[in-house]
């Protein structure tokens, strides 16, 4: 039994979910944006935790084998959409932390993008060449490493909150006047080809994708403009090393953001735990939800404390 | 330069600052989140600045953090809601940054679990310790419906408390230091694993211990002077 946890309103999970029914695995859907209908119970027996799910189809009594989590994300402040949301997702994180079946991925896990220079230090000492990269909210400071860098700077959000990449440009000076209002990522340009792995156990997905926006999700996203994503190769050394890392951080499956620039130099920018998979999927045609249900059904755990 | 973040009202924080016998730099928590700071990160070298009370400090020359900061500080009114939420989060997620890459001691280096009020992590940290100390995890554990801030706490008094500051281990009983101390080489790798060299360990009363919470941000105003006296001395010694 494979249990998704997730959100109807996202645009991964009902795709997973569909390719669950297409290959008839056997899997029972935890839909967090209708928090209400689920209850969590646990017992304990000897020091052992056992969790039982109720409501909307799960009646507690299936074990189950392997778990696919995608938070929802509340998409308002409203309490009383976000109350129930928030103690669901506690209570599941509570329970996915004593789970012994395999978990893409476990929250506990999936920090590290929350603080992106911090992954970037995690980049380069995991062997990644990584671009110099600056948290100031100092203009002076920003300005000494626009400088230092050949004017060749973009600026970010230096937390996870979305935000997209722009280059810091002359005429846009002005607006580090803002800095001591909010601290702000820097980072030295790597202008070039942008390539995202995704990393399934052992498997890696390489896509290029080819954009005239320094942030080619403003183009797709934003601007709807079109982008070229293709599959294509990265050096079997950068492969491993995505693939080690994401086990380093105790991660199943990442989505991985590199820049190559004319010179051929490969930086690293970051690693989502959570990836979009099915955005560059959908455009390269690579089987990375295939591969993700896969490993969920091959690596399946014999014993559980979980039951839906 | 040692930096102290604490409340201006945290009588440990005092007494560590004022035992230490050097140089200290205090300020509150919105003292520090509203400071002027740069992080530059090239490659694996991370170097900085921080000015807090107009005094300007190389992240280098700081010998030690003791950071005690309660996280209720919340971007000001001058913000739209939308503005608070974004602001607060580049903020928190800057400044975890720069104490995770000071390479002095820092009591304690919170894991992002902390910063981020994720509920799981005091129960990871409780579940992990718990099998270091072959004891079992208590029942009960955090409510059921738990959700929102994860709130320091003061002792239970419904529990044996231990403090354990680096390799020292204080509490008012003897039973439960003997089977910590036996265990000293796993608990210590489990503190720099996770960057708590400081917290209280609540264990259920009764014949046989349970672990019922660990608290990496332990609250001592019930405790006796003397006994935070204890505490501070010990924490002096492992900053030092």
Known sequence: MILVIGSSNDRVYPKLVRRLQASNCTHVIVDEDHATRYQLSRDECRGTATWRVLGDGCSGSRPVGSIFVRHAVARTLDPTVTGPMGELQTALNRMLLTAPCPVINHPSNAFSNYAKAYQTRLLAAAGFDVPKTLVTNIRAEALRFYDECGGKVIFKGASNVMSLAQVLKPQNMDRLNLLPNCPTQFQEFVAGVDYRVHVVGNDAFVTRLVSRDEDYRRAALIEDKAIVAEAAELPPSVIRRCIEFTKQLGLIV????????????LAALELNPYPQFTFYEGRSGQPITETIVDYLVRHQAADSNVFV | MILVIADPYDTLATKVAGGLGGPVLRGSEADLFTAPFSIKIDHEKVWGTLRLHGEMVNLADLTAVFLRPYRTWWPGPEYGAQDQMFVYHETIASWFTVFDSVPCPVINRFGLGWWLQDHSYPERL????????????????????????????????????????????????????????????????????????????????GAFPRLKTVEVFPLLDHEPARFVDRIAAALIEEVR
């Open chain 1, 254 to 265: 990442s989505g991985i953001d590199f820049k190559e620039d004319a010179q051929g130099r």
């Open chain 2, 126 to 205: 409780r579940t992990e310790l718990a099998a270091i100390l072959n004891v079992p995890a208590s029942d009960s554990g955090p409510p059921a419906g738990a959700f929102g801030k994860l709130n320091p706490t003061g002792p239970d008094p419904d529990a044996r408390s231990v403090y354990l500051v680096g390799q020292s281990i204080i509490s008012t009983g003897k039973l439960l230091d003997t089977a910590i101390r036996s265990s000293m080489t796993a608990v210590r790798d489990w503190q720099k694993r996770n960057g708590i060299s400081f917290c209280r360990l609540d264990f259920e009363s």
